[in-house]
């Protein structure tokens, strides 16, 4: 009972948390906290009260191998809004992290190698990303939005904490990066400002993904030796290091504007 209600309090707050700092310090910064791990942070948490810190240890690897997905989706969805609506780009955007999810779950790395594997991609699609052109459209949000985000990453974590014995580690680490909040925040910040501020908020969620990978790293590799209070420490340590570097890169003014 302790563990669920942990689950239903602490995932709505974390999405509150960073739709607020969105709305004060715009879409860019929104995007970058997403990269923090809001919900397979806890979803490892709760694995490792639920099914034990080896269970926990592998789905942290195959998670920090499945960030790949979110980047992957972020790429589909700056260069589709360009020119479709919101659902239809983000139809195919989730597609392509399905593509994805299916590739990675034949990917067998070690787990330093997997990490330089996850790094490099990142690079990569950070490399494509378009640069967003066009007007922000401004229109303000409607008050449902905030409460509906935090619905749904509650949902979220329930269901694949919920259903982690039947998918067992692997395939549960590999699905529990799946762009929920990217969705959401992309998806209205396309509809209420337009394809540009969509665009910059999903670069923010590839600069902050790489945090989110060291985050994990660390975790796969101190869970088992030194117990889930410790590595959760030094992982948050790492992954907030990282990310602060991440957005000092955000924020460095540039002769072509994001």
Known sequence: MATLLFKLILSPLLIGAVSLAGRRWGPAVGGWLVGLPLTSGPVVLFLAL???????????????????????????????????????????????????????????????????????????VLKLLPRPAGPSLGVAAPRWEIPLRMVVATGFVLVLTGLAQVLGPRLSGLLAPFPIFATILGVFTHRLQGAAMAGRLLRGVVLGSFSFAGFFLVVAILLQPVGLPLAFLCASGVALGMHGVSLWLLQRPRPDPW
């Open 50 to 124: 639920d099914q034990g810190p080896a269970f926990a240890a592998a789905a942290a690897q195959a998670i920090m191998l499945g960030i790949v997905s979110p980047g992957v989706f972020c790429l589909t969805y700056s260069w589709l809004a360009r020119r479709w609506r919101p659902l239809p780009t983000l139809l195919a955007g989730w597609l392509m992290v399905l593509v994805a999810t299916v590739v990675l779950e034949q990917v067998s790395l070690a787990l330093l190698p997997a990490f330089g594997l996850v790094v490099l991609i990142l690079g990569l």
